[in-house]
């Protein structure tokens, strides 16, 4: 993809907005923050639009680019959220056994998480990248199928089945099998 432009960007981004902003609102629920994540989406997308190496991977990355975002918001909430306690509410054996039974358990689960997601994000980037979009966009996404199969230009069963197909050859890399 050679020099773009702001018009090139608007013109790439134009026929997924409703399909972003309804990827924020499934994942927020608050129309004045969809507007805020959906502002910080574009830009990223109109500074970044250079990494874009094929003009066809548009949707799969601008919709990485919007979960990204989404995660980053939620991250953010939670960081407040957890600063808004009052630690004096526990008292002062309590709060210091709760703090250190999350810490416990929130280790164990992040390296689990973590090993898990690299084993997934490893079986997803071996299918192709039709697969790949398919499923990013029904899993990550939340997109309906009909919307996902209008967004590939094929029919609804010929999404089903690719979707299938796709389903079962991630459950068989990620467990190794293939």
Not at 36 to 58: M, P, S, T
Request: one cysteine or more; hydrophobic letters at 45%; glycine letters at 4%.
């Amino acid at each position: 993809m050679g020099k773009t432009n702001g018009q090139d960007f608007d013109a790439l981004i134009s026929p997924l907005e409703d399909i972003l902003l309804c990827m924020i609102w499934r994942k927020v629920g608050d129309a004045e923050i969809v507007r805020e994540i959906y502002h910080e989406v574009y830009l990223a997308g109109l500074v970044n639009l250079h990494q874009l190496r094929e003009v066809e991977k548009f949707p799969a990355w601008i919709c990485a680019i919007t979960r990204n975002a989404i995660h980053a918001y939620w991250k953010k909430e939670r960081k407040k959220k957890a600063r808004e306690i009052p630690m004096d509410f526990y008292g002062p054996s309590n709060a210091q056994r709760i703090l250190a039974n999350t810490a416990i358990e929130s280790a164990e689960e992040t390296v689990l998480s973590i090993d898990e997601n690299n084993r997934l994000a490893a079986a997803l980037a071996a299918l192709d990248p039709t697969e790949q979009m398919i499923l990013k966009l029904a899993y990550y996404g939340s997109l309906p199928q009909k919307e996902i199969a209008d967004i590939l230009g094929i029919s609804l069963s010929a999404l089903k089945m690719r979707k299938a197909r796709a389903l079962k050859k991630l459950r068989e890399r990620f467990n190794g099998t293939l």
